[in-house]
């Protein structure tokens, strides 16, 4: 099966994180962390700044590494590098996501998160405390 290296900013606005739904593909709809597949020589932190970029014509700052989740999709195997972000610079902006929420610990669950995105919500939430 193939992999797939992908990274996903949780960019954090006091207690509450950005998520955005999918616009396209087998999973539009659904909600999920911003980012995308790491280039060929790019580290994952350089990845995450220039997806943020092209998706939401933001900069950010990459923190640390909340957890790397690895999921088997039916044709594919995911691996995502998920870091906490706080925007540097600029306005968030969907040019490719067709909605976009802040969410609090307690609105967490409101959304149909992808299979992936949902196994990093319960340390995202404690960590919202």
């Given at each position: 099966m193939k992999t797939i290296r992908v990274v996903a900013a949780v960019i954090r606005k006091e207690n509450m994180i950005f998520a955005t739904a999918r616009g396209y593909g087998d999973f539009k709809g659904q909600w999920e962390f911003p980012?995308?597949?790491?280039?060929?020589?790019?580290?994952?932190?350089?990845?995450?700044?220039?997806?943020?970029?092209?998706?939401?014509?933001?900069?950010?700052?990459?923190?640390?590494?909340?957890?790397?989740?690895?999921?088997?999709?039916?044709?594919?195997?995911?691996?995502?590098?998920?870091?906490?972000c706080e925007i540097a610079d600029g306005t968030l902006k969907l040019l490719e996501a067709e909605e976009a929420r802040w969410l609090t610990k307690d609105t967490l669950y409101d959304v149909q998160w992808l299979p992936a995105d949902i196994t990093l919500i319960d340390k995202i939430s404690d960590a919202l405390g």
């Open positions: 980012g995308g597949k790491i280039e060929l020589g790019e580290t994952p932190q350089e990845a995450l700044v220039r997806e943020i970029k092209e998706e939401l014509e933001a900069t950010i700052t990459v923190g640390e590494l909340i957890d790397t989740i690895e999921y088997d999709y039916p044709t594919f195997h995911l691996s995502m590098d998920c870091f906490w």
